[in-house]
Structures are given as C-alpha cells and as structure tokens.
C-alpha cells in the first residue's frame, strides 16, 4: 500500500499541437476519483475501452473521450492507472488538463500534479516492473529515429540486457560462494586445496572479463549507429560532391528533426540511408591554392582533419576533367590523408560527359586505382545526371556501414554510457582488485574484490542499495508522460 502515499500524477503524454488524438495520462491512487469526476460514473472494468463524455467540475462538457482504466499493480506503472484519449485539439488538451489540476485538494487528502519527466517510468521501476535496462531501453526505442537504432534498442527493451546481466551477477556470485567456502572453513582445507579453489575462480574471473570487455567492444562499435556514420566526400572543385549528397538526401529520408548548422565550408547532412543514420560531410573542394589564398587553404585544412574524423571517406573525381583538374597536386593532397584504415570508396563522376565501351572503362580504373594506390572494388562510376551506378554506390556504402559497425554478422547492441562506465568502473575494476589480492594470496580481500563487481552490476540493474543517486540521472532525460 506504500505507493497510495504518493500524489497521483498526470502529463500529457503525446505532444500539444493539432492532432488526432491526444493521450493524458493519470497513475496513482486518486485515479478512479479523477474518473468519477471527470465522467460522473464509477470506473469501468480495467482494460476495457470506453467512450465517455468529459466534464468539468462546472458540468460543462469538455470532450468525448475514449477512456481507459488499469487497475494497480496490473499496469504500466504498477499502480492505478487511467489514459484518457481525447481530440487532439490544442484547447480540448488544455481544458482536460486544467479540470485534472482543479481537482488537486490537499484539505481532503487528494495529491495530484503534472508529472515530472519519466516519472511514470520512474514509478514502473519503483514498482518493480522493471529494471534500470529495461527502462534505458524504453527510452532508446524513442529515440531511436532509424531501423537499425530500434534494432539496437530492443535487447534493453526485451529483457534481453537485464537476463546477460543477472547471468553475470550469478556467476560472479558463485565463484564468491566458492571463496567463502574457503574463509568460513579454512582450517578444514588443506593449502593446496585452496589455492586451486582459488585458481579456479580466477581462471572464471578471467572468463567473464574477456566476456564482458567484448561485449563493451560490441557496444561501443554500435555506438556509431547511435551517433550516426561519419561519412565525408572529398574532392576537387565542381567534382558533383553537393550533387551526389543532394541525390543521396533525395532518394533516402532525410532527417529532419536535424539540420545541421552550415559552417564556412563544411556542411553535415544526417541522412538515413537503408535504415542506417548517417551524417554526410560536403566539404570545400581540395584545391589547388596559391599559398596567398588563406581562406582556401583553411578550407582544405579543414576537410583534412575531418576526413581524419570520418568512419567512410568517399572521394569524388570528375572523370572528364583532365584540362581542368591538376590531378598530380590532387592525389598529392590526397595522400596526406592519412587513409590507411579507413574505409574507402572512390567515386568517378560525370561518366555522361565521356564516351566509353568496356575496355575504356578498364582503362579508367586502371589509372585511377593505380594512381591513388585505391583497390578497383572500391570504384564506383556514376553520372549524377542521369543517375547511372547510383545504386551500385548505396550498396556499397551500405556494406561499409556494416563493417563501421560490426552489424554484418549479428544485430547491434545500444546501451547507456551509464551503464557502459559502470561496467568499465565498477565491476571490470573489481576484478582488477581480485587479481591483485589473489597475487597477495588473500582471499578474504579478493573475495570482497568480487563484491565490489556485483555491486557494479546492481547499480546497472538498480538493484543496489543507495539506489536514489541512480534513478536522477536515468529518468532526467526522458520525456514528460513516459
Ligand atoms: N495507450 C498506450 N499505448 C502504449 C503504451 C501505453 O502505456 N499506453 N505503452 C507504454 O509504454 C507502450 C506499450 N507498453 C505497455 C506495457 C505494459 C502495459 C501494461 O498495462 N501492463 C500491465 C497490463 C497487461 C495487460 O493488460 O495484459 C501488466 O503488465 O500488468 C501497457 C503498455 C506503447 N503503447
Ligand atoms: N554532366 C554532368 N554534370 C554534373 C554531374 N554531377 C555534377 N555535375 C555538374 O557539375 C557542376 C558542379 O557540381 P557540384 O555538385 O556543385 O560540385 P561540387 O563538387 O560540390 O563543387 P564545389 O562546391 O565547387 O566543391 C554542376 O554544374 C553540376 O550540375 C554529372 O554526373 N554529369
């Protein structure tokens, strides 16, 4: 009955702004109150979908409402809980919400007020609904703004995570069951037969570190989903670079919900290409300068370092230039580039502009690969005019992404860096500490070393004891009315 102490709180939870339908949501124990007054009847049966009309306290009408109602703990958050599904008109929201407020009455006991955010979830794990990942992972899905980031974020979401987790916790928890065996009865142990308990627990521990540092390695390689794949084209002047990132935008769904700010001379574009969020740099063109001319020179310097910081690096040649473009002082530049373990596709463009059969063609791969020391598989010949060898091009691209992010050969995985520097900090450091005292030949400290591990594990879970620190910076960056 704990959580009837708490106010009953209410959000909006999908956006103010005209829609078709908008979705208040109430949990607590004043629930069913707030139902009776809104609709003058008693609650219906949970889970079962009802059209009520919505009044003020005044009788005033204010919507017709599909409503419904969960009884506590059989809930989202665990306690009583009721979504009201109104019109989603700016004003209609705004009056249910105003007549919710109105019936906080502190004199009769009745605690209600907007909900701060992720309170809801908040209350779902104060509930045990579920676990820190698990909630993590509802934050990640509504996040997430391409195919393969929801793909990431269904192993928190699932359960997935929390069941690796307690696999973890367990295992470490019986290698310290198998120490205290050793601590509690000693005496009833000859030396040699602790020393190879204590052999074999480290050689588990040594296990389970190589386990858990691979799979941080797997998410960190994920991460680049998240962020999206740095990808730069660079070239010469007037090569099609903004023209191939204009069709590449085209063809793809934009991201909208970020355009990027526009530098001098470096524009990112996130665009989301078969399900992979990618960032696209345009850069200035690499160019041959006079050294007077400092502005271009800033401008190369610029897309230097940023194909330094890029995941995929494709070069844009326009392939009918010879007269135009000074290809020596180009594959100059292009050789500071530092590209040795990056991945790398070369573009051709302009193939419209040249007349070529089969074998010319060839000729053309041969000298450009040859010329920037470049494997031909990594060609692609293009004509932004008439689109030719574009999907070619996003196939490989799309491959590249693959190998960016280790996503070929199994789904990526996204967790918080939260949890990441709790695994890093707490449990991988526990077993530094084990290592150590199992060097010194104590098992008593080491045993502790191992503690230290699975209290790393709780607090990830949110299992651990002083658990309040935790919750602040889980729930502070969730949405209001999740
Ligand atoms: N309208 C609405 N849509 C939604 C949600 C919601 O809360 N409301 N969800 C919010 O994230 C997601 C669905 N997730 C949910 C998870 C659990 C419960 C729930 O009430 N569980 C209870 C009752 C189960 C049942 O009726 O069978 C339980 O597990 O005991 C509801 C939604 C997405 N869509
Ligand atoms: N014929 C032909 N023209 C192209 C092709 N791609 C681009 N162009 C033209 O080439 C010119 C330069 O294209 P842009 O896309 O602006 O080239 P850029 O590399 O971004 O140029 P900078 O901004 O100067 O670095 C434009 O007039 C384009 O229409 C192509 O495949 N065939």
């Not at 509930?127 to 997430?144: H, P, Q, S, V, Y």
């Not at 391409?146 to 470490?172: C, M, P, V, Y």
Request: charged share 25%; aromatic share 6%.
């Amino acid at each position: 009955m704990y959580y009837s102490t708490r106010p009953t709180i209410y959000a909006l939870s999908t956006h103010l702004a005209r829609s078709a339908i908008g979705i208040i949501r109430i949990s607590g124990s004043m629930s069913s109150h707030i139902y009776t007054k809104l609709t003058q009847s008693q609650p219906p049966k949970p889970r079962l979908a009802t059209v009520k009309t919505l009044r003020s306290s005044k009788g005033k009408v204010l919507d017709e409402a599909l409503v419904l109602y969960f009884k506590g703990p059989a809930s989202y958050t665990g306690e009583d809980l009721l979504e009201l599904h109104v019109h989603g008109g700016v004003a209609i929201i705004q009056a249910v919400l105003k007549a919710i407020k109105g019936l906080h009455d502190p004199s009769q006991g009745i605690h209600i007020r907007y909900a701060e955010n992720g309170e809801f979830s908040q209350r779902a794990f104060i509930n045990g609904r579920f676990d820190l990942t698990e909630i993590e992972g509802i934050r990640e899905m509504i996040d997430a703004e391409t195919e393969t980031q929801r793909i990431a974020a269904l192993s928190s979401l699932s359960g997935d995570t929390k069941q690796l987790f307690a696999g973890w916790r367990n295992h470490i928890l019986n290698n310290v069951a198998l120490l205290t065996t050793v601590i509690d009865f000693g005496e009833d142990h000859d030396i040699e037969e602790v020393n190879e308990l204590f052999q074999t627990v480290n050689d588990n521990i040594i296990q389970l570190e190589s386990q858990i540092s691979q799979y941080l390695n797997k998410v960190r390689r994920s991460e680049v989903l998240l962020k999206g794949i740095k990808t730069i084209l660079l070239g010469p002047p007037n090569a099609g670079k903004s023209s191939i990132l204009n069709i590449l935008a085209n063809n793809e769904s934009a991201i909208v919900s970020e355009i990027a700010g526009t530098t001098r001379d470096i524009i990112d574009v996130p665009i989301d290409i078969q399900g992979y969020k990618v960032v696209i740099g345009d850069t200035a063109g690499i160019r041959t300068t006079t050294k007077e001319d400092q502005i271009e020179i800033e401008g190369i310097k610029r897309a230097k370092l940023k194909s330094f910081a890029s995941d995929l690096v494709i070069i844009v040649l326009p392939v009918n230039d010879d007269k135009m473009v000074d290809y020596n002082d180009l594959f100059e530049h292009i050789s500071t580039l530092k590209l040795e373990n990056k991945e790398i596709l070369v573009i051709l463009n302009k193939m419209d502009l040249i007349d070529v059969d089969k074998k010319s063609k060839q000729q053309l791969l041969d000298k450009f690969s040859k010329r920037l020391e470049i494997d031909q598989s990594k060609f692609h010949l293009i004509s932004c005019i008439n689109g030719s060898g574009m999907e070619s091009l996003t196939n490989s691209m799309v491959h590249s992404f693959k190998t960016i992010s280790l996503s070929e050969s199994t789904d990526p995985i996204i967790v918080s860096s939260r949890i990441q520097d709790l695994l890093e900090n707490d449990v991988l450091q526990g077993f530094q500490q084990f290592y150590h005292w199992k060097d010194q030949d104590d098992v008593v400290l080491a045993c502790e070393s191992l503690k230290q591990s699975i209290e790393g594990i709780g607090k990830i879970t949110g299992e651990a004891v002083g658990v309040e620190e935790i919750l602040g910076v889980v729930f502070s960056s969730f949405c209001i009315g999740k």
